[in-house]
């Protein structure tokens, strides 16, 4: 296993968000996890990235890593692709590619960039700013991550917000982290997405209630699952 | 004068025209024939007067370059610009005291652009390590139809001793102005920053622009103003502050005052520490923390 997580809790106030919530990943494995709005999806993925603490293990590549930050789970092969990713005053475009990977080429930039559908000559030299749609901004996040020597990635709404074009990309990077060995959390409700992965599971009520293949696993979603009364104020923010 | 600034800020050039103050002594001066420069030494004054002529478009930058190198010293200068009709030019001013102990320099600016003319007015400032210095920039500017101002202020290395910036422009009809002041503030550095653009001609346009970043036990003070008074005037406030350190202090003011009712006037502040989701997302990079927060302060000042 890449990932474990084990009987983890979290709640703000007397809610709770993620009640003994347990997940295993395997090596090279695409996982999309479904649930509804605000169920405490985008709190898991912090949760894991190190943003928010929550009791219970996390266990990855075999090492405990509950206790370390941000930066020290990103150095041991964990990084996330934000829903919604934070500009960067002042950076270009090949300088933010560039920040997960200090050894990447300008070669290596312009085929990240390419993976998703940005030409080099357009983008490297713009700003992480405002003039950047939602949509590049989001393929930006992706090609960033497609550089970075990592064994899990968290993918975290890639498709909310954004165009039929830009969904095409992000199946297609889905794809190119799967044939580089790397481990994908995939979190969405997008079932056109939810296809590009090996297995799937659903949260709810903070719990993993349903696990298999995507294609079952999305229909007993779409059928059964209605909005979740267990509802987090910050993913429903989030979500938005 | 000059070469203080390039051993602390960085490479300076003297263009051609140029312009260049010590204390109050004017050291150097050229003009091309599309410019018209004339000086005046007081007791303690120097007056300058600089027209860019009617019709002309000087191609390279115009050098200003004002600083006291001695201690103990009171710099005044009264300058006033005039750009003629269908002017345009870009001043490069390098602002130099690398000695500052007991230095108060008093910068009294009257700008006026002429119809169709246009002017990017860049300063850069060094005010030595020690900073016992008190920077009084002030200007008042005016845009006549269809002209445009850019003025940039940057202070970015060194100590900046106490600053107190106030400029403000009056828009005309069909007028652009934009003011960005940009400072790196540490130590007990004080820095008051006061913009005011008064948008009262149709279709003028104004953007006020600070950001400072608070290190150690500095102050930060910004005031933005705009009013909005001729038809479809747009204005916009922008105001950074970031506090490093918890015994800086960061202070912003932003005025909004439309008084038409085609008139535009929005505003946006962010005051505090570093944006946590601009930390999260570098360090999910593997950065550590204090190279992230370089980025992110780097960027702003960039």
């Known amino acids: 296993m890449i990932l474990k997580l084990e009987k983890l809790n979290y709640g703000i106030s007397d809610k709770k968000i993620l009640n003994d919530f347990s997940l295993n990943i395997k090596e090279g494995e695409v996982f999309c996890l479904l649930g509804k709005n605000g169920t405490g999806k985008s709190t898991l993925s912090n949760i894991i990235m190190g943003v928010k603490k929550a009791k219970g293990k996390i266990i990855f590549n075999n090492k405990e890593i509950s206790g370390l930050n941000i930066t020290e789970r990103a150095k041991q092969g964990i990084t996330i692709a934000w829903q919604k990713p934070s500009n960067i005053d002042g950076l270009s475009v090949e300088e933010y590619v560039r920040l997960g990977n200090k050894e990447a080429t300008k070669r290596d930039i312009k085929i990240s960039l390419r993976s998703v559908g940005l030409a080099y000559c357009d983008y490297a030299d713009r700003l992480l700013d405002d003039t950047l749609s939602g949509g590049e901004r989001k393929r930006i996040e992706l090609a960033s991550i497609l550089l970075m020597p990592v064994k899990l990635v968290i993918l975290d709404e890639p498709d909310s917000g954004i165009d039929v074009i830009s969904l095409f990309f992000i199946k297609k990077v889905i794809n190119l982290l799967k044939n580089q060995g790397k481990s994908v959390l995939l979190i969405t409700h997008n079932g056109d997405i939810a296809t590009a992965s090996d297995n799937a599971g659903i949260i709810c009520k903070g719990k993993l209630i349903k696990q298999g293949k995507p294609l079952f696993i999305y229909d007993y979603f779409k059928n059964n699952c209605g909005d979740c009364d267990n509802y987090s104020k910050e993913d429903l923010e989030n979500d938005e | ?302």
């Open chain 2, 1 to 302: 004068m000059m070469n203080e600034f390039e051993k602390h800020v960085g490479p300076i050039e003297l263009e051609e025209n140029h312009l260049v103050i010590e204390s109050n002594t004017v050291l150097s001066k050229n003009a091309e024939k599309c410019l018209n420069v004339t000086t005046k030494e007081e007791k303690n004054k120097v007056i300058v007067k600089l027209v860019v002529k009617k019709n002309c478009v000087v191609k390279n930058p115009i050098s200003l370059c004002f600083g006291v190198l001695k201690k103990d010293t009171i710099q005044n200068l009264d300058i006033e610009l005039v750009f003629e009709k269908n002017s345009s030019a870009t001043l490069l001013a390098h602002c130099v005291f690398p000695n500052g102990y007991n230095i108060t320099h008093n910068m009294d600016a009257k700008v006026l652009l002429q119809e169709n003319s246009s002017c990017t007015y860049k300063e850069v400032h060094y005010h030595g390590e020690e900073g016992k210095i008190i920077v009084n920039p002030y200007a008042r500017i005016v845009l006549e139809k269809n002209s445009s101002y850019r003025n940039e202020f940057k202070l970015l290395k060194g100590k900046a001793g106490k600053v107190n910036f106030d400029y403000e422009v009056l828009c005309k009809d069909d007028t652009t102005a934009e003011l960005t002041a940009i400072v790196n503030a540490k130590s007990n550095d004080i820095i008051n920053i006061k913009e005011k653009a008064v948008l009262e001609g149709k279709n003028s346009s104004s953007v006020l622009i600070s950001k400072i970043v608070l290190n150690e036990e500095s102050q930060g003070n910004v005031y933005n103003e705009i009013l909005g008074i001729g038809d479809y005037s747009k204005g916009h406030v922008d105001c950074t502050e970031i506090l490093t350190s918890k015994k800086a202090i960061a202070k912003a003011t932003p005025i909004v005052d439309a008084r038409n009712n085609t008139s535009n006037i929005t505003h946006e502040a962010a005051i505090g520490g570093v944006n946590k989701d601009s930390l999260n997302t570098l360090m999910s990079r593997g950065l550590d923390k204090e190279e992230s927060i370089k980025i992110i302060i780097n960027g702003l000042l960039k």
